[in-house]
């Protein structure tokens, strides 16, 4: 887990809401969930996973946050390993 004090920043790349995604959820407030992940907030994973993100930051990987929006619809935020691209999502379209 990034240390409270740590200044983190994730390279985005290029950023895609995926069609669905951007139908469903407000975007204020996938514009606030980017920013978390940028800053290596990355939602409601599972420790493990928060690790792997953690890991992937440091040593390169794919990294993968999970939020949800005031009306409960879960969404993902995808940067790639390469950090060419970020892609906002819902879970049934991975």
Known sequence: MANAREVVTVQLGSVCVTRKAARRLD???AFAALGRHMGGDWG???YQDWKSNDEALEF???IVSSYRDRHLQKFWII???DRS???ILLPEEY
């Open 44 to 46: 409601n994973v599972e």
């Open 85 to 87: 691209l970020t892609t």
């Open 27 to 29: 975007k204020d407030e």
């Open 79 to 81: 940067t790639e390993a």
């Open 60 to 62: 390169g990987g794919r």
